[in-house]
C-alpha cells in the first residue's frame, strides 16, 4: 500500500509538536523521484561514502549507502533563517520504520537549528529521547534505557 503524503504530512507534523514546535517556517511533503550518482570516492580517513543525490534541478550532497527506489517522499523542513532539512521516506519501510526514521531525522534537523534544545525532554535527564522500534512499535526512548512511550500511538510494525 502506497502512503500518501497527507498521512506523512501528518505524523511529520505530530512529531515536530513532540519537538517543541520549532521555528520553522514550513513543512513540505512531495512524491518525487530520486536519482543517486556514482559515490563520491570517501575522503582520506573518513568512515563513509557521499552520494550526490539530483532532485527537480537541485544538487545536495548527503551523506548515505541506502540506494533509492524510483519514487519517494521528501519531506523538508524548512526553517525562518533559511535553511532547511530534508528526510527521504523509501516506499519500501513499514509504517512503524518510517515513523522512527522521520522521528529520528526530524529531531536531528531541529537540534542543528535551535543549537541542541532537547526535545522531547528524557524526564531527569539533560538530553532529548530517541526514536526506536521497541517491540515494533516507534517509541521515543532514554538512550541510557527505559521507553518513554511510543512517537504516534496505533503505530506498529
Known sequence: MRRTTATVRGWAETILHQL?????????????????????????????????????????????????????????????????????????????????????????GVLEATGGAPFPPCPGHGHPAVAELIDGVPSWKCPKGGSLGPIIPGIAA
Open 20 to 108: 517543541g514546535n520549532p521555528g520553522f517556517r514550513s513543512l513540505e511533503v512531495e512524491m518525487t523521484e530520486r536519482t543517486i550518482e556514482e559515490p563520491i570516492a570517501p575522503a582520506s580517513g573518513s568512515a563513509f561514502v557521499s552520494w550526490l543525490r539530483i532532485t527537480e534541478g537541485e544538487e545536495s550532497d548527503e551523506s548515505t549507502n541506502a540506494r533509492g527506489t524510483d519514487s519517494e517522499l521528501l519531506v523538508t523542513l524548512r526553517f525562518k533563517d533559511g535553511s532547511w532539512w530534508g528526510v527521504w521516506v523509501e516506499e519500501f519501510l513499514s509504517d512503524a520504520e518510517v515513523v522512527v526514521k522521520l522521528a529520528d531525522q526530524l529531531q536531528d
